[in-house]
């Protein structure tokens, strides 16, 4: 019988009974089609290789991330809290040492969920990584942690979670927002005042191939990830950069997800997006599970696959060595540049609009951060929709000082429900989620 190298935990959770249509390239069949390859190739015999059945999260799990309008229930169906069930089952498998590495083959997907929350947008509803992940810091404690998003599409729900957390590196590479949606993950989008510096944007330029894609990995991921030094590493595993993609237009392939896997070493992957359902995720999900089972990968090719027809052109391999060279460059100085950045401010806001392309809302942001010399700052959200909600948010961090503390419960007491419809308190210091 073969035996993996490194134990591996498998959670499948494919929905069968949440699609957003019939037809939508969001499907079960993402799954069902990975399911049958992988039964196929035999990976349920292998020694070391476990599945695991998904749980279910409960609504202060989600409480602890989002602020869901008007609140939790109304938002998520069950498919999504038991999508997010199978991600903290398989964090909780690595935790335990039950297994040395695990991927939740779930969904739906996740990472265009933002802290608010008022319907789905880019196929997203909850931050599925981030829910799995609070829930993960508050069972076992503080953990440096990095998320590398591999996904075609720029994770700006995760970014938006961890924007001013310096405990979790955020790095998303994807085709660049200039010709994709959600049209962020630009270098300059670089974090929080409490965290610059550890928002990491590489966008590429369509037409990006297997040659692009691990030269960023091997000459800005990996050395960032060397200085950063995580407890833990997540792979927000997403594979519509695929050259089969109907909704992208990258070149990547399976041989390419499978090398990007062994080289990244991550404890966790999640899938994300990826909707070429037959042509490309059987093959890229068996090559990352033999990846991450440390188990040869080597033959597992699309059946289209021709290396000749997708070789990277000369200007985009060009362009891509620049591009790691000026964000590393960012990267390496980003302490002085945020001392300049932020320089005599006591607080900072940033403004944005909000599109939820599923649901048709339009959201008007502002959030604002007060800063602190004791800690990551006290952040509120003031939001209103298209749709007459108008919302006040107020979040305390995991390691809030005391005076932050006082500070936020004398605001939360004091907002009145005659200027909103709702008012939020995350207390992360007491994981307590209190709403009016």
């Avoid at 939508?24 to 992988?38: G, M, N, S």
């Avoid at 869901?68 to 109304?74: C, E, I, L, M, T």
């Avoid at 007491?413 to 009016?436: C, F, N, V």
Wanted: glycine share 6%; proline share 4%.
């Amino acid at each position: 019988m073969t035996k993996a190298n490194n134990r591996l935990g498998l959670v499948f959770f494919p929905a069968f009974d949440w699609a957003l249509s019939a037809s939508h390239p969001e499907r079960e069949e993402r799954l069902l089609y990975t399911q049958d390859q992988i039964f196929e190739e035999g990976i349920q015999d292998i020694d070391g290789i476990t599945f695991y059945n998904p749980g279910v999260a409960s609504e202060k799990d989600i409480a602890r991330v989002h602020f869901a309008v008007p609140d939790v229930a109304s938002q998520l169906t069950q498919s999504h809290f038991i999508a997010v069930g199978g991600a903290i089952r398989a964090f909780q498998a690595v935790m335990e040492k039950e297994v040395d590495k695990s991927f939740a083959l779930i969904r739906p997907p996740g990472h265009h969920a933002h802290r608010v929350v008022y319907g789905d947008r880019g196929f997203c509803v909850v931050n599925v990584e981030a829910v799995a992940l609070e829930r993960i810091r508050q069972d076992y404690g503080d953990l440096r942690v990095a998320i590398v998003d591999t996904d075609a599409h720029h994770g700006d729900g995760t970014q938006d979670i961890y924007w001013n957390d310096k405990d979790t590196l955020f790095i998303s590479f994807h085709q660049d927002g200039r010709s994709l949606y959600p049209g962020t993950g630009s270098m300059e989008e670089f974090g929080g005042p409490a965290a610059y510096g550890y928002n990491i944007n590489i966008p590429l330029p369509p037409g990006t191939g297997e040659e692009g894609f691990l030269y960023i990995l091997d000459n800005v991921v990996m050395p960032i990830l060397e200085d950063f030094k995580p407890d833990i590493i997540i792979n927000s595993a997403g594979q519509d950069n695929h050259y089969s993609d109907p909704l992208t237009n990258m070149n990547f392939t399976a041989q390419g997800y499978a090398i990007l896997n062994e080289r990244l070493n991550p404890d966790m992957a999640v899938l994300e997006g990826g909707y070429s359902i037959e042509g490309a995720l059987p093959y890229i999900n068996l090559g990352i599970i033999l990846a991450m089972a440390g188990l040869d990968y080597s033959h597992v090719f699309e059946p289209d696959y021709d290396a000749e027809r997708l070789h990277q052109d000369a200007a985009i391999t060009a362009h891509i060595e620049h591009l790691a060279q000026e964000i590393y460059t960012l990267w390496k100085h980003k302490e002085e540049l945020a001392a300049e950045h932020f320089k005599n401010k006591k607080e900072v806001t940033r403004e944005r609009q909000i599109y939820y392309d599923t649901a048709g809302t339009m959201e008007h942001q502002v959030q604002t951060f007060t800063l602190c010399e004791h800690c990551s700052v006290v952040n509120t959200i003031d939001s209103k929709n298209d749709k007459r909600a108008h919302i006040f948010a107020i979040t305390l961090p995991r390691k809030a000082c005391q005076e932050c503390i006082a500070k936020a419960y004398a605001m939360y007491a004091g907002l009145s429900k005659r200027a909103y419809t709702h008012i939020y308190l995350q207390d992360r210091p007491k994981d307590e989620y209190l709403s009016k």
